[in-house]
């Protein structure tokens, strides 16, 4: 998949738009921003990974490859370091079905298809949505198309009916079909030895990045004004290399 070039002025445009935003609006916004591929589907209904490789490409373009943070340990509350590797993750993203064959497990045939950023959205916005196993039920009856047992004619579309084995099935063939969509690290905390996973939650490193450029940029924007009396739509303009260089004669490391 492509990903085309941020500006400079589309990184503070994104840095403005995004702010106030919700997860999964800033996840889309900065998606659709980078998204350069011939797919007509708009990035909130492609499978969730599809999303979540535009932002490793965006985060990857701004800052390399590397993702470090740190978490909380939920023994001891210490600090857990971790690093996940964006190009390492974008090795699932072929592995992402847009198109899944319907399930067959347990006298069923069922249609389905990867949750997306709609249906993350939308599940959100139902009451009790944040308790994980309702959410989970939600977004699995939200992405059964149709659904069919062999010893009953009537076709139905309701992933409520299924049972539990079937839906696990279900569950289990979504997670496989986009390896990308929940991102878990195995962490051991250094302090109580405690074994725990944490999310991967790209969208943030991606985020991160955008912020730490729009900063840099403003930095930028502030000397070069105050030095040459450029306009802030003229410090845009200027390459990325060019306007370097310029902060570089102030700083006084260009000889
Ligand atoms: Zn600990």
């Known amino acids: 998949m492509a990903v085309r070039a941020l500006l400079s002025g589309e990184v503070l445009g994104l840095w403005d738009e995004c702010?106030?935003?919700?997860?999964?609006?800033?996840a889309l916004a900065l998606a659709a921003a980078v998204d350069d591929s011939a797919d007509s589907l708009p990035p909130?209904?492609?499978p969730v990974g599809r999303v979540t490789a535009l932002l490793l490409r965006l985060h990857q373009a701004l800052a390399g490859a590397r993702m470090a943070a740190t978490v909380s340990c939920p023994g001891c509350r210490g600090t857990v370091e971790f690093a996940?590797?964006?190009?390492a993750l974008l090795g699932l993203e072929d592995k992402i079905v847009d198109c899944?064959?319907?399930?067959l497990h347990g006298g069923y045939e069922v249609v389905w298809r990867c949750p997306?950023?709609?249906d993350l959205q939308a599940v959100a916005e139902q009451p009790g949505a944040d308790d994980p196993d309702l959410g989970a039920a939600l977004l699995l009856e939200r992405c059964?198309?149709?659904?069919r047992h062999e010893e009953s004619a009537k076709a139905s579309a309701r992933g409520a009916d299924l049972p539990g084995a079937v839906r696990e099935a279900l569950t289990d063939a979504?997670?496989?079909?986009?390896?990308?969509?929940d991102l878990l690290v195995d962490l051991r905390c250094p302090d109580c030895e405690l074994e725990f996973t944490a999310d991967l939650d790209v969208a943030a490193f991606a985020w991160a990045e955008v912020e730490c450029r729009g900063r840099q940029l403003l930095l930028d924007v502030d000397a070069l004004?105050?030095?040459y009396g450029w306009s802030e739509r003229e410090v845009l303009a200027l390459s990325e290399p060019r306007r370097a260089s310029y902060v570089r004669i102030l700083t006084g490391e260009l000889p």
């Not at 979504?174 to 969509?181: Q, V």
């Open 116 to 118: 997306s950023y709609r």
């Open 19 to 26: 702010r106030d935003a919700s997860r999964e609006e800033r």
């Open 144 to 147: 059964v198309l149709s659904l």
């Open 100 to 103: 899944p064959a319907p399930l």
């Open 225 to 227: 004004a105050r030095s």
């Open 84 to 87: 996940a590797s964006a190009e």
């Open 174 to 181: 979504m997670a496989a079909a986009d390896p990308l969509a």
């Open 44 to 46: 909130a209904d492609r």
